[in-house]
């Protein structure tokens, strides 16, 4: 009879852990909650600064997202995204092409330089392993010695780096493919921000990101679980 029991409690508490398809994501972004657009950022700004949304353009600013985590872009410079001499090429923001669905983000043109900062996701410190991931695709271009691309998380237990590529590593990136980037978070983390960085100022020099998950562990239900087994066996043999 405590067999049973055992064996009825075991499976009521396989049946209170998340799901694979809970558990796996904790924090998500395709850029699918806004519409995308080919309609290059015309912005011009003479000092560093948070970018704004323009009308028609390609979206830079979300802070009102449902599922997905929302982002804003600022942008490091004096004489840009879109230079005062008008170079049209500064597709920064939504675009309406992505790897797994219609959207994906963009930054190209930066002139010189602009990073994509998504909201911070909070909660981590209940799960262990906890992991980031993004899709990388490289514009197909040839890029100067003082080009520079990175994707890093900034956690409250240290900064880990996804990649950082300067001119010579960009020449030699695949160029076709999306290319996926992971990396684990610091295990005492509980509070993580993604950000991308691009410095590059011609008008064919950029990439895309797409699909960034925050895919932890979780730890506390199993941990709730074994002990429960482990007190009703200790019972049984009492």
């Known amino acids: 009879m405590r067999s049973a029991t055992i064996l009825s409690v075991a499976a009521l508490a396989l049946l209170l852990l998340p799901s694979v398809s809970d558990a796996a994501v904790i924090a998500y972004t395709g ?32 802070q009102s997202p449902v599922n997905e985590l929302g982002f804003r872009t600022y942008y490091d410079g004096t004489d840009g995204p879109n230079t005062a001499t008008g170079d049209n090429g500064d597709f920064i923001g939504v675009l309406n092409s992505g790897r797994s669905g219609n959207n994906s983000f963009v930054l190209q043109d930066t002139d010189p330089e ?37 994707a890093w998380v900034e956690t409250d237990a240290g900064d ?40 590059v100022g011609g008008s064919d020099e950029g990439a895309q990101i797409d699909d960034i998950t925050f895919t932890p562990e979780p730890a506390t239900m199993a941990l709730l679980v074994l002990g429960g087994l482990g007190l009703l066996v200790r019972r049984r043999h009492s």
Do not use: Q
């Open 31 to 62: 850029f699918e909650e806004v519409t995308g657009s080919s309609s290059p950022y015309m912005g011009h700004f003479t000092a560093p600064g948070w970018l704004p949304n323009r009308t028609g353009e390609m979206v830079v600013d979300y």
């Open 114 to 150: 602009c990073t994509l900062v998504l909201d911070a996701v909070s909660g981590l410190g209940a799960y262990t392993n906890k992991t980031v991931s993004l899709w990388f695709k490289l514009i197909d271009t040839t890029y100067e010695t003082t080009d520079r691309m990175k």
């Open 160 to 199: 880990v780096t996804l990649f950082d590529m300067n001119a010579t590593a960009l020449g030699s990136h695949s160029k076709t493919d999306w290319v996926e980037y992971n990396v684990n978070l610091p295990g005492s983390a509980t509070t993580a921000t993604l950000k991308w960085m691009v410095h």
